[in-house]
C-alpha cells in the first residue's frame, strides 16, 4: 500500500461516537460515519439490527452529545451550516421523520430532557442562558438572564426544580451550581466548595433529596453526594487522582465516575450503601459514559451502563459494562476497514523537566516501520487549553506514525488530569510558561534514540494551533516545520469577534482585555511576528466561529508586510471552505491529512 492510498484508507475509517440508550434500555442512539460524514444510527439490542436515520442532517462534529426525548420516540440533536456553530436543534423519529425544534438566532446547546420538555442553552439573549422548549405547545421560553454563562441544567426527577451550573457571577475563575424553581421563581445556590473552585451537579438521586456534585476546592476534582437537608456533602473521593461525576443509577444506589490517571479515564463505580468503590475491569485508555456534555442517561438499568471505549491502538467502539458480572460486551465495534490493527501503534507515557524544573508528562508515538535511519519527529500540542492528550485513538497522530514520524503528546502547563494548581497556572500567562513546556517537548523528542533531531516539527489546532503560532516566533530555533490550525494570533481581535460566553472564558483566563492591554498584546503571536522563522503552514477554516478566518488573515498579512514572506515559498496559507472549528467528516479529514503531509514531508 502507498502512502497515498494508506493516507485515504486511514482518514476513511468509521468512527462511532456518543452511543445514547433510549429510556426504556431497548435501543442506542449513536453517531456513525460509514457514509463518508457522521450520521444518526440506531441499533436495535434485541436484533443487533443497525438503521440510518439521517441523511445529511448531523453536523460535522463528534463532540456533540444526543439526548433522547423521555418517551424514547424522538432523538434530538444539533445542526449547523458548514461547521460555523450556530446550532440550531433538531429531533428525528425512529422512522426517520425529521423537524427542527429550535431556531433561536445565535448558538443552541442541548443540555437535558424533562417530560415533553427540552432544556438548552442559548445565546440569542447575547450571554448563553437557559432555556425551556414546550414540545406541546411548540414554544420556548428564556429561564435565566445572567451575565455570566450557564452551562449545564438537570431536572428535578419529580418536581419543579432545575440543578444549574454556571459560570460565578461574583468571581468568574469559579464555576457554582444553584437550584432553580420554576414554579416559585427561586434560586439556591448549593453550598459546595468556593467563588474560586469550579462546582458542578452531575445528577439527582431518584427520591429528589440528594445530589451528585463534584468540586476541585481541595486542589484536586472530587465527587460527592449534596444532601439537600443538611447542605453536607459527602465525598466519595480519596483525592489523590482527579475524578468527575457522571451519573447515578436509576435505584440510586450506584454514583460512576470518570477517574483521570497518566493520561486515561477509567470509569469507578462507588456504591453509596458501603462508600466503596473499584474500577472498571477494562483495558488502560479512555472509556466515557455517553451523555458527556449533556444530561444523557448512560444506564440502560440499574446495573448495565453504556460507554464509548477507545485506547491509544484501538479505535473507538461502544460498549455496556454489568457492574453485577463485571464483564463488556461490545455492541458496535470498532471498524478497521482492510487495514490491519498493527497498523497502528500504542503510547507510552514519559515526564520530562521543563526549564524552570516543573515536572511534565506526555504520550510518545513511536513508529513501528521505518526504512532504516532516524524518524523525523512532531510534537502534537492538543487545544483547550484545558484539557489533556489522553490514551484515546488519535486519527491524526496514527496518520503521522503510520508515515514514519516519532509523535509526542505533551500536556503542558494548564493541561487537566493533574488537578487544580497545575491547570490554573496557565491563567494570566498564556504563551508564557506553557510554551516553555512545549519547546522543552521538542527538545526531549530531538533527543530520542531514533529520532534525527534536525528534523522536528509542531502541530497543533485551537489553542494548539496558539501554540504553533508562539513557539514559531519564540523558538524558532527548536523546530524544522510548524504547522498552525485554526490558531488564535490576536487576544484583543478574537475578543471583538468571539460570542459573549468565549469572551467571558477569555476573561477567566487573562483577565480584562483593556486592563490588562499590555499583557494581552505582549502574548498575542502577531505582535512578533519580525522574530518568526520559516517553514509555516496555516489551515484554518472559514467558517470557524471560535478562532474566526481573521486571526489567520491577521497574521498572513503581518508576514507578507513585515517580512516579505511569500505564499508557497517561506510559508503555506490554505482556507478550508465550508468548515469551521475542526470536521469529522471523511472527505474534510482527507483534504487536512494531505495538507499536513504535504508539508512536513517537504520540509522534515
Not at 464509548?308 to 464483564?327: K, W
Request: charged share 25%.
Amino acid at each position: 500500500m502507498t502512502d497515498d492510498d494508506l493516507l485515504e484508507a486511514v482518514a476513511r475509517l468509521p468512527t462511532v461516537a456518543q452511543p445514547t440508550p433510549a429510556p426504556d434500555g431497548d435501543a442506542i442512539a449513536f453517531v456513525w460515519d460509514d457514509t463518508g460524514r457522521n450520521e444518526l444510527h440506531l441499533r436495535d439490542l434485541a436484533t443487533g439490527d443497525v438503521t440510518q436515520l439521517s441523511d445529511g442532517e448531523l453536523p460535522r462534529s463528534t463532540a456533540l452529545p444526543l439526548l433522547w426525548s423521555d418517551d424514547g420516540e424522538r432523538v434530538y440533536y444539533h445542526r449547523d451550516d458548514a461547521g460555523d456553530e450556530q446550532y440550531d436543534l433538531c429531533a428525528a423519529t425512529r422512522d426517520g421523520d425529521h423537524e427542527t425544534v429550535v431556531a433561536l438566532d445565535g448558538q443552541n446547546n442541548l443540555l437535558a430532557t424533562d417530560g415533553r420538555d427540552l432544556l438548552f442553552a442559548a445565546t440569542e439573549s447575547g450571554q448563553l442562558n437557559l432555556h425551556r422548549y414546550d414540545a406541546d405547545a411548540d414554544e420556548q421560553r428564556q429561564l435565566t438572564d445572567r451575565d455570566t454563562p450557564v452551562y449545564a441544567a438537570h431536572p428535578e426527577p419529580s418536581g419543579s426544580r432545575l440543578a444549574v451550573i454556571g459560570v460565578h457571577p461574583e468571581n468568574i475563575e469559579g464555576y457554582e451550581a444553584f437550584l432553580l424553581d420554576e414554579e416559585n421563581d427561586e434560586q439556591q445556590r448549593l453550598d459546595v466548595g468556593e467563588p474560586d473552585s469550579e462546582t458542578v451537579v452531575a445528577d439527582w438521586h431518584p427520591d429528589g433529596d440528594r445530589l451528585l456534585v463534584g468540586d476541585d476546592a481541595t486542589g484536586v476534582h472530587r465527587a460527592g453526594v449534596y444532601d439537600l437537608a443538611t447542605d453536607s456533602v459527602d465525598w466519595l473521593s480519596d483525592g489523590d487522582h482527579p475524578e468527575e461525576a457522571s451519573s447515578l443509577s436509576p435505584d440510586g444506589r450506584y454514583a460512576l465516575v470518570t477517574r483521570k490517571r497518566d493520561a486515561s479515564a477509567v470509569p469507578l463505580v462507588y456504591d453509596l450503601e458501603t462508600g466503596e468503590g473499584h474500577e472498571l475491569d477494562l483495558a488502560d485508555g479512555v472509556t466515557w459514559p455517553c451523555g458527556m456534555g449533556a444530561r444523557a442517561d448512560p444506564f440502560l438499568d440499574d446495573r448495565t451502563v453504556v460507554f464509548t471505549h477507545q485506547t491509544a491502538a484501538e479505535r473507538p467502539s461502544a460498549i455496556t459494562y454489568d457492574l453485577a458480572s463485571d464483564e463488556a460486551t461490545t455492541v458496535q465495534p470498532a471498524d478497521y476497514g482492510d487495514l490491519d490493527t498493527d497498523t497502528f501503534v500504542d503510547a507510552t507515557y514519559h515526564t520530562y523537566e521543563s526549564p524552570d524544573g516543573t515536572e511534565i508528562g506526555g504520550l510518545l508515538y513511536e513508529p513501528s516501520h521505518l526504512d532504516g535511519g532516524e524518524a523525523p519527529g512532531v510534537v502534537q500540542v492538543h487545544g483547550g487549553p484545558h484539557w489533556q492528550s489522553m490514551r484515546r485513538f488519535n486519527t491524526t497522530v496514527q496518520f503521522l506514525a503510520t508515515q514514519g514520524y516519532a509523535v509526542f503528546r505533551p500536556n503542558y502547563r494548564g493541561s487537566t488530569g493533574r488537578g487544580r494548581a497545575f491547570k490554573d497556572a496557565i491563567r494570566g500567562d498564556w504563551g508564557g510558561a506553557e510554551q516553555e513546556d512545549v519547546a522543552a517537548a521538542g527538545r526531549w523528542l530531538a533527543a530520542r534514540d531514533g529520532v534525527d533531531a534536525d528534523r522536528i516539527g509542531v502541530t497543533g489546532a485551537s489553542y494548539g494551533g496558539y501554540s504553533a503560532y508562539c513557539q514559531l516566533v519564540h523558538y524558532p530555533e527548536v523546530w524544522d516545520g510548524v504547522v498552525a490550525r485554526v490558531g488564535i494570533t490576536d487576544l484583543h481581535a478574537l475578543y471583538e469577534e468571539d460570542m459573549p460566553h468565549f469572551k467571558t472564558s477569555l476573561r477567566r483566563q487573562m483577565g480584562d482585555p483593556e486592563q490588562n492591554h499590555d499583557l494581552w498584546r505582549d502574548r498575542s503571536p502577531v505582535e512578533h511576528v519580525a522574530d518568526a522563522e520559516p517553514p509555516l503552514c496555516v489551515v484554518h477554516g472559514v467558517n470557524d466561529p471560535r478562532c474566526p478566518i481573521s486571526q489567520a488573515r491577521l497574521f498572513r498579512d503581518a508576514l507578507q508586510s513585515e517580512l516579505d514572506w511569500t505564499v508557497g515559498e517561506e510559508f503555506e496559507y490554505h482556507e478550508l471552505d465550508e468548515e469551521g472549528h475542526g470536521s469529522g467528516d471523511q472527505e474534510q479529514k482527507i483534504r487536512t491529512f494531505q495538507l499536513l503531509g504535504s508539508f512536513l514531508d517537504d520540509r522534515l
